[in-house]
């Protein structure tokens, strides 16, 4: 007896204890003497209350403590812990009681609920994941195992779409119900900072001042999706900077991350290193239409910091200066929908494609071929048609002013109203005329690349009301479409040199290509604004304006496109236009007196070179009255 007295008390303070799992819902326990932990009790009896079936028999196969066997506390307390590792019970409390043959053993088990729901403290992550993670644990006891299971599929799928910060913290609730509530700390933006570095990346100069840019911050800001108070985002960062680098006038942008004051939230700090935004460019020499010229070329991408830009094109010649001035506008400040404007003026003087080729040459009066010169300014607004100015609108809309002296003139500067068969070359008849504007144009582009497209489409409407003013009172409206479509092909295989796109695999980029383009011009004409058929942009085979002056035209293109080698492309092509005979139209039929034919069609084959600049163009062209020539250009036709 005395044996058995010294083995209850030692049962009693070893044995009596309830532990619950760390989200478990809170129970009784009993409080119970300390004694020596080394100390061992024979073991009569195990019991296993609270459960039965499956659990009963998994409890039972899980302890070590067994009848007819001296156990100590540190045993119970192990045997306590794989119960509750076997992820089904919310509380264990151990019993221990004296019978003639030593101590019964009862693990008092408490089960957690039936599953029915997982519920998330977090702002991004979709109900149906969560659902779609745990809908096999649902109707089912909860297994915390599981659970902690479907936890690190939470976590992964947060790392997976860039919620780079974001993850389940804390214990999960759980409520009797059978509703599970998990904490999340998902990385909440504190707010964006601007950091100006040095080529180096550091953020104060040699005297341990911060370094200074000139841009203002609001520009990169802006360009920015992520905002403060939104969860971080790994994905939309990345495109939040290329956006930024886009702009041009910066040399490298890199983030980092500082710690806020609260620990569930980030600062946001974007480091920029600005690039050259401005560059002169002199330059000089000799051209048919100019005779010797002197020029200079100005620009400056980031006037003001505001990433407005600033350019000048000057030229110098023997009859005086010519001009090209513009200020850009990106975004206007405060706008929501990315308007943007740009004013120019310019004096420009071109050889008119009307006025020239054709079988028959006709000048002017002395011989000269006539010139056009164009005096003026305007304004044009841009917009694209999308509430989201972020990402790219399929629709992009632009609206302007625009007013022009334009004058016929011969090679040194002076009006020449007729040409040398009496024909006028003006709409007023004296040499010069006032065109003011209101160009209106909307466009929807839907290719999947803007240099090599192989898919997709892009489409442009246009008109041009003329307002009667001045020399010449014009009134008229010039309409133009012009549509292209693009069909993925695989007829050739000559290179391995393909271009990477989104999908997964290289995809070359050979392509039907297809381009339809009209217009018209409804009420006063003056010639010079006629349409120009033929040509590098037109139809190929025929020199620049030698198919037609019109005053209605439709043409059409198809090119097939294909790699040669790897910066090398090709391309089959057959391009056909007509004026539909309108040329005698025009006041002094320009065509019809210069012997173009107004109808005809061009094909041959070509190279595109990829450069910087885009696909440098070389075509060889036949046009159906038997001639060729190789004409060039920059970038594809359409």
Request: charged share 20%; hydrophobic share 35%.
């Amino acid at each position: 007896m005395k044996y058995n007295s010294l083995s209850v008390s030692i049962a009693v303070a070893i044995l009596s204890v309830v532990h619950s799992a760390p989200s478990a819902i809170a129970q009784e326990s009993t409080r119970n003497p300390t004694i020596e932990v080394d100390k061992s009790v024979l073991i009569a009896e195990i019991v296993v209350r609270g459960v039965e079936g499956k659990l009963q028999e998994q409890i039972y196969k899980t302890l070590k403590t067994q009848p007819g066997k001296a156990t100590t506390r540190a045993q119970i307390q192990a045997d306590i812990d794989a119960i509750f590792a076997i992820g089904y019970f919310a509380n264990v409390k151990v019993i221990s009681e004296d019978t003639p043959l030593g101590v019964r053993i009862t693990f008092q088990v408490q089960s957690n609920p039936v599953l029915r729901a997982v519920q998330l403290s977090g702002q991004v992550i979709p109900a149906e994941v969560v659902n779609n993670i745990f809908k096999d644990n649902y109707g089912n006891i909860l297994n915390f195992r599981q659970l902690q299971e479907g936890i690190k599929k939470l976590n992964k799928w947060y790392q997976d779409n860039g919620y780079v910060l974001a993850q389940v913290v804390d214990r999960p609730r759980v409520e009797s119900n059978g509703t599970v509530t998990l904490q999340v700390a998902e990385g909440v933006i504190e707010d964006i900072q601007v950091q100006f570095v040095d080529e180096n990346g550091e953020a104060q100069d040699a005297e341990g001042k911060p370094i200074s840019g000139r841009t203002q911050k609001y520009i990169i800001t802006r360009e920015m999706q992520l905002k403060p108070g939104q969860i971080l985002n790994r994905n939309l960062i990345q495109k939040d900077l290329q956006r930024v680098f886009n702009l041009g006038i910066f040399k490298d942008l890199k983030v980092s991350l500082n710690a806020a004051q609260d620990p569930g939230k980030v600062i946001v700090v974007v480091n920029v290193t600005e690039g050259k935004t401005f560059s002169v460019m002199p330059g000089g020499g000799y051209s048919s239409a100019s005779g010797f010229f002197a020029s200079g070329d100005f620009q400056a991408q980031n006037w003001a910091g505001r990433n407005q830009k600033l350019g000048a094109s000057i030229q110098a010649n023997q009859r005086g200066l010519l001009f090209d001035a513009n200020f850009t506008d990106p975004w206007i400040a405060g706008d929501p929908y990315r308007t943007s404007y740009t004013v120019n003026g310019f004096r420009r003087e071109t050889v008119s494609r009307i006025f020239d080729g054709g079988d028959k040459e006709v000048n002017l009066p002395n011989g000269d071929r006539a010139r056009v010169y164009r005096t003026g300014s305007g304004i044009t607004f841009t917009r694209p048609l999308s509430k989201k100015p972020l990402e790219k609108s399929e629709w992009v809309a632009s609206l302007g002013l625009q007013y022009q002296r334009v004058s016929i003139r011969d090679a040194d500067g002076k009006l020449s109203p007729k040409d040398e068969l009496g024909n006028n070359l003006s709409f007023s008849g004296n040499g010069e005329d006032d065109l003011l504007t209101l160009p209106l144009a909307v466009v929807r582009d839907r290719r999947n690349h803007p240099l090599t497209p192989t898919t997709g489409s892009l489409l442009r409407f246009s008109s041009e009301q003329s307002i009667p003013v001045g020399e010449g009172n014009i009134l008229a409206n010039r309409l133009r479409a012009n549509y292209s479509f693009y069909v993925p092909a695989r007829l050739t295989r000559l290179t391995q040199g393909c271009r990477k796109t989104n999908s997964t695999a290289n995809e070359c980029p050979q392509a039907l290509a297809f381009n339809f383009q009209a217009g018209t011009v409804m009420g006063d004409l003056p010639p010079y604004e006629a349409f120009s058929l033929g040509g590098t942009n037109s139809v190929r085979g025929y020199d620049e304006g030698n198919l037609g002056t019109a005053r209605s035209f439709i043409q059409a293109t198809a090119e097939y496109r294909f790699p040669v080698i790897s910066f090398v492309n090709g391309a089959l092509f057959f391009d056909a236009a007509t004026d539909f005979g309108t040329s005698n139209s025009i006041i002094g039929n320009p065509g019809g007196v210069r012997g173009k034919p107004g109808s005809g069609f061009g094909y041959g084959v070509g190279v595109r070179i990829q450069s910087p600049l885009g696909p440098i163009r070389l075509d060889y062209g036949v046009n159906n009255e038997g001639d060729n020539r190789i004409q060039f250009g920059i970038g594809e036709k359409f």
